[in-house]
């Protein structure tokens, strides 16, 4: 399922961060990685010409392919224009299956800024998109041990099932699905019996429905838990207390202005989780 993995590098821990990611699996998979680094078009250094800076970018993506096993495949690339456009517009042209990019951690107001270039090619991209967080650059990933697939039956979060699903197979990892129920979402009776069975027996199926294609794919049994609470809270509680390595969820596919609102539930979780996390966006011409 990925072949070709895009790593944006700028010479930074954050990208070193993501590369080790990349490199791990690229191996696990055969993968070819793709080095890009873009040359921000809104920053121009006139004390040099438009080569030295190229020069300098084709050094960044020399330096990063140096710290790579000489058994993966590189491809290299050195691209001008606006940091994201030129990340997607790459992924799309080409073909590549995964983009990994790293995350700054930060606590308290701030968790709730992400890099701006990674934020938006998040909200952009229709390939998946992996975030590592990017404290640590001599920290090496481990393989994915416990994958976490979050999930509220509908097509968006079932886009996630069948990549989650194949790196599960790949690492030999155990699959967790959870289904989160929002408060919120049960009326202002809190109390009826009604209402709390119907959510109830909806999470049910949908971790339900995760558990059935893992047994179609031979991964199972999995564990399966459905959770009252803020979902991203709930989601990301889980994954403390199960010690996940790798989260898998889905996004709706969106055009035009939308495209820069991610789920919140989505949005939050990437912003805070200390896992890994991918997200998968729901194709365009899916349904709700």
Do not use: W
């Not at 930074?12 to 993501?18: I, W």
């Not at 793709?34 to 030295?52: F, P, Q």
């Not at 990019?101 to 934020?119: D, I, N, P």
């Not at 990892?173 to 202002?188: C, F, N, T, Y």
Request: with cysteine; hydrophobic share 40%; net charge negative.
């Amino acid at each position: 399922m990925f072949d070709d993995i895009l790593v944006p590098t700028d010479g930074s821990t954050c990208a070193a961060v993501a590369l080790s990611a990349a490199e791990e699996m690229a191996k696990r998979y055969g993968a070819t990685i793709h080095l890009l680094s873009v040359a921000d078009a809104r920053i121009e250094d006139h004390t040099v010409g438009d080569e030295s800076q190229h020069a300098a970018h084709e050094a960044i993506v020399r330096d990063a392919r140096e710290n790579l096993s000489a058994e993966i495949g590189v491809v290299e690339a050195v691209e001008r224009g606006l940091p994201h456009e030129a990340i997607v517009e790459y992924a799309d042209e080409a073909s590549v299956d995964l983009v990994i990019m790293g995350t700054h951690g930060r606590t308290g107001v701030q968790r709730y800024v992400l890099g701006s270039v990674t934020e938006k090619v998040l909200r952009l991209a229709e390939t998946p998109v992996l975030t590592v967080r990017g404290e640590d650059a001599d920290v090496r990933p481990t393989p994915f041990e416990d994958v976490l697939i979050p999930t509220d039956g509908s097509d968006a979060a079932n886009a996630a099932i069948d990549p989650a699903l194949d790196i599960a197979g790949a690492y030999d990892a155990r699959v967790h699905a959870l289904s989160a129920i929002e408060p919120l979402s049960m009326g202002v009776d809190v109390r009826s019996h009604v209402i709390v069975e119907a959510l109830e027996e909806r999470a049910q199926a949908a971790v339900d429905g995760v558990a059935e294609r893992a047994e179609s794919a031979s991964l199972g049994p999995i564990e399966t838990a459905v959770e009252f609470g803020e979902p991203y809270r709930q989601i990301r509680n889980y994954v403390e207390e199960n010690d996940i390595d790798l989260v898998v969820m889905g996004t709706h596919g969106r055009s035009g202005v939308e495209r820069f609102l991610l789920g919140s539930v989505t949005e939050k979780l990437v912003r805070t989780s200390a896992a890994p996390v991918m997200t998968v966006r729901q194709p365009e011409n899916s349904g709700d």
